[in-house]
């Protein structure tokens, strides 16, 4: 007997020694391939083939429905509008910042356009319309085309409403009120004096009105009232004062709200243009704050119910608690109905050290903290009017204040502030 484990080349498994057969196979019997494929595999696979194909042809088909689901929701829907100019006449009245789908809104309501969505297209697809609706009452047809009504609404011509312009005071706005309603004069100022405790006013102002007639537009209807006019005046200038912190910043400067609004009403008599408010600020929160006398000529000119450019020796001598050349601080109430910028200067004055200010002529305001400086610039502006004066009459005129500051000159050795 061959010992195998002693017989190089026949143990188990040795290159050319004999394999053992596995058990359960015959003897002789040929070995499967081993890369032969299974059947029962290959049914497998060709399965989950099958399914795979099945799903995404099935959720492919969702996908693309979704999608054109989506689409078909991209498309604007259809708005409902009328033809033609309309019939019948309406009025509609468009607030003091309206947006155009407020505005959209009441020409629904009034039966003027079919839908909102219809007369908001038309109006953001109008470049000409943007930023044109003003306030006011308008007159319009029912049953009208969004493009229709849109051309009726931005033509100002067709807005019915009351504009009052800044720096207007208070007896001028009574003016207006009256004839715009087609009032008696002295009406709207009657029914102010009135009905003082309806209109809103802060209980400091003891019924003044003065300040608190914010300039813009506003909407008259066949019903609006003297009353109803103030009262939108009234509640738009205290959302004008509430905004920026004004009566936080009025504490810092040493003033109450009211103090800052009468100063805002300065500001915006005072000042030549929009750009030099926050100089003008400056020259009389820094007057304030040294106690020199303000020396304005607008509020001499308030006192005495006028507007000039010129203020004389006599005015100046004027016995009256308006007159800033005599009494030092702010005048007892404002002196104009300021508007949004003004206010703003109020608020947040530019810096700077300056104590004087004269418009020596339209456009060229000097500021200053000399006096001497300020005195070249005065003479320069009394040169200046007594030439037009008598280019215009023939003959030389005395030389006037420039603003507060000429009349200063002549009065008062501090120098003064004015226009």
Not at 277 to 305: C, E, F, W
Not at 313 to 342: C, E, F, M, W
Not at 343 to 350: F, K, N, R, S
């Amino acid at each position: 007997m061959t010992d195998l484990d002693l017989t190089p080349g026949l143990s188990p498994g040795h290159l050319g020694a004999p394999v053992s057969e596995p058990e359960g196979r015959p003897p002789g019997a040929p070995s499967p391939r081993p890369d032969a494929p299974d059947p029962r595999r290959r049914r497998t696979g060709l399965a989950c083939l099958l399914t795979a194909l099945s799903l995404i042809a099935v959720f492919g088909g969702i996908g693309l429905a979704g999608y054109g689901w989506v689409q078909g929701q991209r498309k604007p829907p259809v708005a409902a509008d009328y033809a033609g100019g309309g019939t019948g006449s309406v009025q509609v009245s468009v607030p003091e910042g309206a947006g155009l789908s407020q505005i959209a809104s009441a020409l629904v309501r009034n039966g003027v356009v079919a839908s909102s969505l219809a007369f908001t297209r038309a109006a953001r697809g109008s470049a000409a319309a943007a930023g044109r609706i003003q306030p006011g009452t308008y007159t319009m047809r029912q049953r009208m085309s969004a493009a229709a009504a849109l051309a009726v609404l931005i033509d100002p011509a067709n807005a019915n409403g009351l504009t009052i312009p800044e720096g207007w005071r208070g007896n001028q706005i009574f003016a207006a009120i009256d004839k715009k309603l087609g009032l008696p004069g002295g009406s709207t100022e009657q029914a102010a004096k009135e009905q003082a405790a309806e209109l809103g006013l802060p209980e400091n102002v003891a019924g003044n009105l003065e300040g608190y007639l914010f300039p813009a537009t506003y909407s008259v209807t066949e019903d609006t009232t003297a009353v109803d006019l103030l009262k939108q005046m009234v509640e738009r200038a205290g959302k004008e004062f509430a905004r920026d912190d004004a009566e936080v910043v009025a504490v810092n400067f040493g003033q109450t709200l009211y103090g800052l609004v009468t100063i805002a009403s300065m500001v915006q008599a005072e000042a030549d243009n929009v750009e030099d408010m926050g100089k003008v600020a400056r020259v009389i929160y820094n007057r304030l704050a040294r106690n020199m006398p303000l020396q304005l000529d607008s509020t001499i000119n308030y006192a005495l119910g006028r507007s000039t450019l010129t203020t004389s020796v006599t005015d100046t001598r004027l016995d009256s608690p308006y007159n800033t050349y005599k009494h030092a601080g702010l005048p007892p109430t404002p002196i104009s109905n300021p508007g949004r910028q003004a206010i703003m200067a109020a608020v947040d004055p530019a810096p700077g050290d300056w104590l004087y200010f004269v418009t020596v002529k339209p456009g060229d305001t000097r500021f200053t903290d000399s006096f001497d400086v300020q005195q070249r610039n005065v003479a320069e502006f009394n040169a200046g009017r007594a030439t037009a004066s008598a280019t215009a009459s023939g003959t030389a005129s005395p030389p006037a204040s420039a603003g507060a500051s000429a009349g200063a000159s002549q009065t008062a050795p501090s120098g003064a502030a004015g226009h």
